[in-house]
């Protein structure tokens, strides 16, 4: 019972993961356009996040080791 329990949650999940063009439901229209837009953006336009939303990785290599500056402020706790 078990088995087939798991086996028909993997099948339903599997369905989940289907890849079609993205359309407005029948009868919707896509939302308007931002304010100062010449265009309304597409469906794949609106799901690409912008790079303020993602930002690039920064992959700043240290060329030489450095020792640390010292912190004034980086005292012992006062007891």
């Not at 078990?2 to 079609?20: D, E, N, Q, T």
């Not at 304010?35 to 469906?43: D, W």
């Not at 790079?51 to 012992?76: K, V, Y």
């Amino acid at each position: 019972m078990k088995r087939f329990v798991i086996l028909g949650l993997v099948i339903v999940l599997s369905a989940c993961g289907a890849a079609r063009d993205l359309k407005p439901a029948e009868g919707k229209a896509l939302p308007v356009a931002p304010y100062g837009a010449t265009a309304t953006p597409t469906p794949n336009q609106l799901l690409t996040a912008s790079i303020q939303a993602r930002p690039a990785r920064s992959d700043d290599l240290l060329t030489s080791s450095q020792e640390r500056q010292g912190n004034e402020f980086d005292l012992p706790p006062a007891n």
